[in-house]
């Protein structure tokens, strides 16, 4: 999984936090649970506040 794998992150998110309300996270925890999930396997270099917005977008989506 890359950084663009935005809405298969999302749903590894929801997956492995289920308990979590995504709109209350911060963006370096965000980054730090994308890069500790099973199949990501991306440079960490290559995320940005915008991938990070749309993920967490992505996951709220998820939990609706």
Sequence with gaps: MK???INDIA???ADAHPDV???KIN???LMN???ALPD???DPGHCGEK???AI???WIEEKE
Excluded: K, S
Aim: a negative charge; hydrophobic letters at 60%; charged letters at 30%.
């Design 21 to 23: 309300d995504p709109m």
């Design 33 to 35: 649970w994308v890069r």
């Design 56 to 58: 967490q977008a992505a």
């Design 51 to 53: 991938i990070l917005e």
């Design 11 to 13: 749903i590894a998110l």
């Design 3 to 5: 950084w663009t794998d």
């Design 27 to 29: 963006f370096v925890d």
């Design 40 to 42: 990501f396997d991306d």
